[in-house]
């Protein structure tokens, strides 16, 4: 019978892995959610409810490894430090998104739970489980830094959402240019921020779970904010030429 870490470390290959097949898939077919919603995937529910769905499974997934844990400050920030985003993701933004009431492909939820659960594993058995963090990592460059990094992309989504959420809706499609925070620089800095967020928890938490999970977001979330931009771009006429699609100034 396979044990905790034999699966650990499938989990953990699996999802580099996943995280490939994914920015490969996701450069040539975009996840039919949102403003690319489409037919042909199935049966769906309304947004709101697949996303309160699939994100309560990371909340519930790492909240179940700290308590398999021996408790300690450092293991008790860093379960803060993710709850953070995934209580608002799961709690917050579904009762405030643009769009809560537009079709969410049950296939979807269905990849997303599978995602949370592989995801939550390998983090909360990792970090609660395999981590050595004792008192001292609190005051590590490491710790330090990452902390950081995740608080610069915790604020860049936080105020990308916030935009997206109070923008007048067009009364031609129900789409108008986003404008203001990291809107003047990039079309998607809400994927910006998160692609942030997680860098910073892979290096706090210096582990190859937190490194698996800030690749697979970059995987997941790069290409569709290249599909957003070049979106804007056929959609609006008057879309800044500076802007850029994920990186300001860059790409």
């Not at 330090?144 to 936080?158: H, M």
Request: glycine share 8%; charged share 15%.
């Amino acid at each position: 019978m396979i044990n905790s870490t034999e699966l650990f470390n499938a989990l953990l290959i699996g999802q580099y892995g996943f995280g490939l097949i994914t920015l490969i898939s996701l450069l040539f077919i975009s996840a039919p959610y949102g403003r690319f919603a489409r037919n042909g995937w199935g049966p769906s529910i309304r947004a709101q409810y697949g996303w309160v769905i699939m994100e309560s499974v990371a909340v519930t997934m790492i909240t179940i490894w700290f308590f398999k844990s021996d408790f300690n400050p450092v293991s008790f920030i860093m379960l803060l430090i993710w709850q953070s985003h995934y209580l608002r993701r799961a709690f917050h933004y579904p009762f405030k998104m643009k769009g809560k009431n537009k079709p969410f492909p049950i296939l979807l939820v269905i990849f997303a739970i599978s995602f949370n659960l592989m995801n939550g594993y390998i983090n909360g058995f990792q970090i609660f489980q395999k981590g050595n963090y004792d008192g001292e990592w609190l005051y590590g460059w490491k710790f330090l830094l990452g902390t950081l990094i995740f608080c610069i992309g915790y604020y860049i989504n936080y105020q990308s959402d916030q935009i997206l959420t109070k923008l007048k809706k067009s009364p031609t499609d129900g789409y108008s240019i986003p404008q203001g925070g990291c809107f003047r620089y990039i079309s998607s800095p809400h994927y910006f921020g998160e692609i942030i967020e997680w860098t910073g928890w892979a290096i706090l938490t210096w582990s190859w779970a937190g490194f698996a999970f800030a690749f697979y977001t970059f995987a997941n979330l790069a290409p569709r904010a290249l599909s957003h931009h070049k979106w804007y771009k056929s959609e609006f006429a008057d879309y800044p030429k500076t802007r850029k699609a994920l990186i300001p100034h860059l790409w």
